[in-house]
């Protein structure tokens, strides 16, 4: 892995991601162990500054995905940007250019606003697993 993939790999870990590479899709789902509640879906890029992974669904797997108890994304390791300012502009070409609707993913959500109790993965996957291919 280069500095960059190590960094991201680092802080995805940090967050909660887990991150592991594979050498194509194929290899990636069969080591998923996939069951009913995982879904598995491609990734725009990868963001080292913050573990980040941009997805940008259609609407008809958008929900299947938030919806999921495990998501796996699958981001090519040449995909990887440094920073997240590198990271929105890339996102601003992307709206521009007709996906209206990019999401940037670092784990599970996490809110304590209900009764001040922490609750993992109400808006989102409860699991969120990153494959760095290549």
């Known amino acids: 892995m280069t500095d960059l993939a190590d960094r991201f790999a680092r802080k995805a870990a940090a ?5 592991t590479t594979a050498p194509d899709d194929a290899s990636a789902r069969g080591a998923a162990g ?4 995982d879904r ?4 725009l890029f990868a963001v080292a500054e913050t573990g980040s992974v941009a997805v940008a669904l259609p609407r008809a797997e958008r929900g299947a995905a938030l919806l999921a ?10 995909e990887l940007v440094a920073t997240l300012d590198e990271a ?9 250019g ?3 609707y990019v999401t940037l993913m670092t784990g599970p959500s996490r809110t304590a606003d209900i009764e001040r109790a922490l609750t993992v993965g109400v808006h989102g996957p409860r699991e969120l697993h990153v494959v760095l291919v290549g």
């Open 98 to 100: 007709g996906r209206p």
């Open 15 to 19: 967050v909660g991601a887990l991150v």
């Open 88 to 96: 929105l502009a890339r996102i601003g070409e992307l709206v521009r």
């Open 34 to 37: 996939h069951d009913e509640g």
């Open 40 to 43: 598995v879906a491609a990734g």
């Open 69 to 78: 108890e495990r998501l796996w994304l699958i981001v090519p390791a040449s």
